[in-house]
């Protein structure tokens, strides 16, 4: 089964930049859409990022356009949340999760979810 491992959050100051990373073992990530999700406090699960299976098309949040990228790595077991210009209101924990082929992203369609990494934006 597949299983994603996020990584690289923390603690930064607003207008500072974070690199977030998704692995998954054992298998490539091609053939899936992989989308970047985040809960802020008090707040439901939103979708920040996707990026399709094969084609790699992007789509993001319109909160987060124009300052995240989200791509997929050399290694094709790795996706990437390039984030910049970070903003308090982008606090929350970040979510990485797979979708079979030929779903798109959402919260209730992923087939497999990682258990997040924290993002902490504050001056």
């Known amino acids: 089964q597949l299983q994603l491992v996020e990584s690289g959050g923390g603690l930064v100051r607003p207008g500072e930049s974070l690199r977030l990373s998704c692995v998954a073992s054992e298998f490539t990530l091609d053939s899936y859409s992989v989308g970047w999700f985040r809960r802020a406090p008090g707040e439901e699960t939103e979708g920040v990022s996707c990026i399709s299976s094969y084609a790699d098309n992007t789509d993001y949040a319109d909160s987060v356009k124009g300052r995240f990228t989200i791509s997929r790595g050399d290694a094709k077991n790795t996706v990437y949340l390039q984030m910049n210009s970070l903003k308090p209101e982008d606090t929350g924990v970040y979510y990485c999760?797979?979708?079979?082929?030929?779903?798109?992203?959402?919260?209730?369609?992923?087939?497999?979810w990682g258990k997040g990494t924290l993002v902490t934006v504050s001056s």
């Open positions: 999760a797979a979708s079979r082929p030929g779903i798109w992203c959402g919260v209730g369609s992923m087939d497999y």
